[in-house]
């Protein structure tokens, strides 16, 4: 059955039978015709100050619900805005649809007011890029944009309309499923793969299992730790990967990489076997990729087959959908398990016990920080937070304290950027992540550099009542920067200190929120507590020393057998 209808209406029309319940953007000439579309529809618009914030919003929105997440914005600058939003989203698999307005296609390549090629731009950065050139044509372009943007490796795709194609009428057919040439997301996991799989698991004496963002995308958590657990194998993750695996649990030795627990560093280096899942094999987490897991065999089980042997060359590579490999994976494993093979008293065990023993007297695990660190601080916060509770980060210094010292317990319930590492991504993802879950609390934590890169997510906060918390360490300083400047460059500040920090209480009153300054972890985790149960935002401000570096530390070029476990005092590798 078809129904003549313009090309804007039928945008609109195709979003709302994709379910799409918010477009998180901002109105300009070039998608008037859309916006105007939008007048009468269930699918709530979410106004924001700046564009790079809608594709932040509908990226954490994403993560956390499971679906595309929607942002959209005018020609020229404002396609231009999403750009970084849209790349972050891209580097970290995130599934979201950005919907750009474009000149009307007489003026393609003209030099028309607000004209870029924004397709051109975005290619790079996006999964998938689509213009339709004609009203008819929308309908098959929406069902497309959300297949590709959600089925297999998740990422962003852009949607390009150009004006005219919005405003003229056709008799509009919309798909109930379409297909991509070439595009096969679903790909039957090999059998034999997992029985060699299974062989080199049970034979394996010291084995490791690695979690990245895979497992949370493909929604593997059961499986990944089940088979943790039936091995009684340590579990490590990327810093994408925090909540693959809850990290109270006696088996997480938490993230690896440049700012990974040490434990987790040390121990991957002395691994036979390394169950590698959803990962990318990314410098940050493996440093020298040559000297990483040097003494250990390899499987790597991913959705994405670019992904195999691109970082590291490894010894079995599966492919599929990380759920389904795990699910195949433990039963073939549990088969070949007997009773002689006694699990819970074994020397990899407690060679692991005995590392976390030897670690705890390093000065980055020493409780020796001032009363206001950004430790303590992060191990205050854990302490006020349910577990349900959802983390969203900004990218600095109390990023990487995040990454050692917040224990996620939870999947989707830490939201970071990490493949581009946007600062400014902490706040809006926040707002997205509030819209995908309103009755969770959350909370950005954040550093003041990378706050005031997107504070005026503040204002989309209060119009929409958010109760969501935002914690600013406040050092006057881009504390990691000055961090690489210590330690790396002989001390040469440059670029970094920030006289003239806004006062955040009156910034945040100033948009309407509430908001105040503590002197004390007591008075921090009161004012956390007095957040949770507010009706809009709260901004809560802790001064905190620029000279409290992040320790451990990997040093860019280095192996992971190169961590940095001291203070910036005590520079001894362990």
């Not at 590709?148 to 490796?153: F, K, M, S, V, Y």
């Not at 962003?156 to 379409?178: G, H």
């Not at 600095?396 to 917040?406: D, L």
């Not at 920030?498 to 007591?522: C, I, M, Q, R, W």
């Amino acid at each position: 059955m078809t129904e003549k209808m313009s090309g804007a209406r039928a945008t609109v029309e195709a979003l709302e039978r994709e379910k799409v319940d918010y477009i998180f953007g901002m109105p300009g000439g070039a998608n008037l015709p859309l916006y105007d579309a939008l007048w009468d529809s269930k699918i709530k618009h979410i106004l924001v100050r700046h564009e790079q914030l809608a594709a932040h919003m509908a990226d954490a929105y994403g993560r956390v619900s499971r679906k595309a997440g929607v942002c959209s914005a005018t020609s020229g600058p404002g396609a231009t805005n999403l750009i970084t939003g849209i790349a972050t989203a891209y580097a970290d698999s995130s599934p979201m649809v950005a919907i750009t307005g474009q000149v009307a296609k007489a003026m393609t390549g003209r030099n028309a007011f607000q004209e870029t090629d924004v397709i051109g731009i975005a290619t790079p950065v996006t999964k998938y890029t689509l213009q339709p050139l004609s009203a008819a044509e929308v309908p098959f372009a929406v069902k497309e944009a959300f297949y590709l943007a959600t089925t297999g490796r998740p990422g962003p795709v852009l949607l390009d309309l150009p004006k005219d194609v919005q405003q003229e009428e056709a008799e509009m057919t919309f798909p109930e499923s379409v297909t991509v040439r070439a595009y096969r997301p679903n790909v039957p996991v090999d059998p034999q793969d997992i029985e060699r799989a299974a062989a080199m698991i049970v034979k394996a004496e010291r084995p490791i299992l690695w979690g990245g963002g895979g497992v949370r995308i493909a929604d593997a958590a059961q499986p990944f730790g089940a088979l943790a657990e039936l091995l009684m194998a340590p579990v490590i993750t990327t810093l994408q990967g925090k909540g693959d695996f809850p990290e109270n649990h006696p088996l997480s030795l938490g993230p690896i990489g440049m700012h990974g627990r040490a434990e987790a560093n040390k121990l991957v280096s002395e691994c036979d076997l390394l169950v590698a899942v959803g990962v990318r094999f990314s410098d940050r987490s493996t440093g020298n990729f040559g000297e990483f897991a040097p003494g250990a065999k390899i499987i790597h089980i991913d959705a994405d087959p670019t992904e195999f042997n691109k970082n590291k060359a490894v010894d079995l590579s599966i492919l599929g959908d990380a759920n389904v490999v795990m699910g195949m994976l433990f039963d073939a494993v549990a088969k070949r398990i007997t009773k002689s093979k006694d699990l819970n008293n074994n020397p990899w065990l407690k060679r692991v016990n005995d590392v976390r023993e030897e670690l705890k007297g390093i000065p980055a695990y020493k409780d020796s920080y001032a009363d206001l660190s950004g430790p303590r601080i992060v191990k205050r916060l854990r302490d006020v937070l349910p577990p349900e509770a959802i983390l969203t980060t900004g990218v600095g210094r109390h990023q990487m304290w995040c990454e050692i010292h917040y224990q996620v317990l939870r999947p989707r319930t830490w939201i970071t950027s990490t493949g581009l590492g946007t600062m400014g991504f902490g706040l809006p993802a926040a707002v997205g992540a509030k819209f995908a879950a309103p009755d969770v609390p959350v909370v950005d934590f954040d550093g003041d550099g990378s706050f005031v890169m997107t504070e005026q997510a503040l204002a989309t906060a209060v119009e929409e009542k958010l109760p969501i918390i935002s914690v600013i360490l406040n050092d006057r300083s881009l504390g990691m920067v000055e961090q690489w400047q210590r330690l790396m460059y002989n001390r040469h500040y440059i670029g970094i200190k920030f006289p003239n920090t806004p006062d955040f209480v009156k910034l945040a009153e100033a948009y309407g929120a509430h908001a105040k300054t503590v002197g004390s972890l007591d008075e921090f985790a009161k004012a956390m507590r007095e957040g949770l149960r507010m009706d809009g935002p709260t901004v809560i401000e802790v001064p905190v020393s620029p000279l409290d570096d992040v320790f451990p530390f990997l040093p860019p070029g280095k192996g992971i057998k190169d961590t940095v476990y001291g203070s910036s005092k005590e520079m001894a590798i362990f």
